[in-house]
Nanobody, 113 residues
Framework: QVQPVESGGDLVQPGGSLRLSCVTSKSVMYTMAWYRQAPGKQRELVARISSGRRPDYADSVLGRFTVSRDNAKNTMYLQMNSLKPEDTAVYYC?????????WGQGTQVTVSS
């Protein structure tokens, strides 16, 4: 089981943009998703891509975030625009594949002026 690896987290001002990346194994992916966890809060789903289905998003990020994947690079992306302070969290990559389920270590996103 190859653990996915996230990158791209940073400190950004409100209204700014970031793109997160998640490099996964070469296994057949059933579901790939981004979750986030803010201090003192439960981990929550941000965006998800499942085989044969359209991506779906948390209401709080709909219209601002876009999830995509590049199968040739075994990479999933999360484009985050119009960032708000409440988007501050550790963002985790989750995969459910033919090799099983796996979580990445997370990447920190901080939105602050």
């Amino acid at each position: 089981q190859v653990q996915p690896v996230e990158s791209g987290g940073d400190l950004v001002q409100p209204g700014g943009s970031l793109r997160l990346s998640c490099v996964t194994s070469k296994s057949v992916m059933y579901t790939m998703a981004w979750y986030r966890q803010a201090p003192g809060k439960q981990r929550e789903l941000v965006a998800r891509i499942s085989s044969g289905r359209r991506p779906d998003y948390a209401d709080s990020v709909l219209g601002r975030f876009t999830v995509s994947r590049d199968n040739a690079k075994n990479t999933m992306y999360l484009q985050m625009n119009s960032l708000k302070p409440e988007d501050t969290a550790v963002y985790y990559c989750y995969t459910d594949s033919a090799m099983g389920r796996s979580w990445g270590q997370g990447t920190q996103v901080t939105v602050s002026s």
